[in-house]
DNA sequence: CGGCATCCTCTTTGATACTG
DNA sequence: CAGTATCAAAGAGGATGCCG
């Protein structure tokens, strides 16, 4: 199994002797972005990893706790993973990793794999509600396997899997135009330009979107 | 070469892309904290380490836009390593992992070796200037191979390698109660009972150490 | 010395097939 | 559905050699 430690009384080399190992933060993150789910929709959320691997995984990161499991009684009638505490904790760094990575998503290339809920990371990241006193607004992105929705709730921005009712703006099209719009990479002009159709007003996107058509940072 | 990408249109997974192969983050840990580094401090910073993997290393990191070398002229005469831009835009990402990984902190192991620079980390986390129109103070840390100076700077804590002159206040002992100390996890006497020395008065460690005598937080 | 490259062994990963 | 079993390929760890 893989336990192997870097031996080192360092806060940094011990987090990695956690955390480190091939797929794991990637499995963190999909039970972050999905919460509690069976082996099954794990597997189809990391296209690329071996079913022996998710198996070992899920061992170790449930013997160094932040994992859980249980039997889910019928009608679901199967094993629920999802995340402790302390994985919970774990939200942060992949912010973080999100933000730091996010500048990478330039060019996506043909031998990618994209699924929706992936767009959690750079959007909690990067958007803020610059107006927390008015009236909620919520956003539809329709990118890829499943629609997405991001509201504003309690002063924050949420950005979560599911479609809404009646939003005050959608977003379509291809996942690159869309985080570079979110980003701020890009503005609505270039972002419309590389395919993206946006549905209502552009009121809700200035409010959330922290840098609205500005310089690029790293 | 250690080229396997994950495939994903994903933020974090393109981060772990570049950064989450074995001992990449600790290179990094190293350079962030020491600057520019001759390839055998490195191997020193880096118990464990082969050889082999350290410059394998440092080319993909290099190739990646990480980590830049170039050969210093006469009289230091050798090539240093050290981060770009981007490279440093990881600190944000370390000083999260030191704050994930502080609590596993708790008992050092036999085999585990111990660098005081590694302190960096946690102690940037953990403290804060809590009054920075007072004059700065400095504070030493004798522990481990060399000594430290955690000290106030334009309202924020720095920590760095060297010693100082007249330190406000020194802290002497192991590694384990000096990090309980100062991320508040113990009190002044439950350090002074695991064998910490104050010397000076502790005004200056009140001032910096986020929540003094508190309760601990995962 | 400093900065690697080679060789060898062992462990981890990836791909696929199979099972209660 | 939720994994195990098997096996080839790649990566990690350790020792040592080489060259300016």
Redesign the interface.
Same mark, same amino acid.
């Given at each position: 199994m893989g336990v192997r430690s870097?031996?080192?009384?360092? !806060? @940094? !080399?011990?987090?990695?002797d @956690?955390i480190?190992d %091939?797929w794991t =933060?990637?499995i963190v %993150?999909e039970l972050m972005t999905s919460g509690p789910s069976r082996y099954t929709d794990l597997l189809k959320g990391l *296209? $690329?990893i071996a079913t022996n691997l998710l198996a070992d995984r899920l061992r170790e990161m449930e013997k160094s706790g932040i994992v859980r499991s249980w039997a889910a009684p019928p009608p679901v009638a199967t094993t629920l993973f999802d995340l402790t505490? %302390?994985g919970q !904790? =774990?939200r *942060?760094? =992949?912010e973080? =990793?999100? %933000? /730091? $990575? !996010?500048p +990478? +998503?330039g060019v *996506?290339?043909i031998?990618? @794999?994209?699924?929706s809920h /992936?767009l959690v990371?750079?959007f909690d990241a990067y958007l803020v509600d610059k107006t927390p006193d008015e009236p909620p607004v919520k956003i539809e992105v329709r990118t890829g396997d499943e629609p997405m929705v991001i509201e504003t709730v309690d002063g924050k921005v949420r950005t979560r899997r599911g479609a809404v009712e009646s939003p005050d703006t959608v977003l379509e099209g291809k *996942?690159g135009p869309i985080l570079g719009l979110l980003s701020g990479r890009l503005d609505i002009a270039e972002a419309r330009q590389r395919g993206l159709v946006v549905h209502g007003s552009q009121k809700a996107l200035r409010r959330v979107v922290g840098n609205w058509g500005g310089a690029q940072q790293?």
């Open positions: 870097y031996q080192q009384y360092c !806060a @940094v !080399a011990k987090a990695l @956690v480190g %091939r =933060l990637l %993150r *296209p $690329g505490a %302390r !904790a =774990l *942060p760094l =992949l973080e =990793l999100g %933000r /730091w $990575g !996010a +990478m +998503m *996506p290339q031998s990618n @794999v994209f699924r /992936w990371f750079p *996942p790293v």
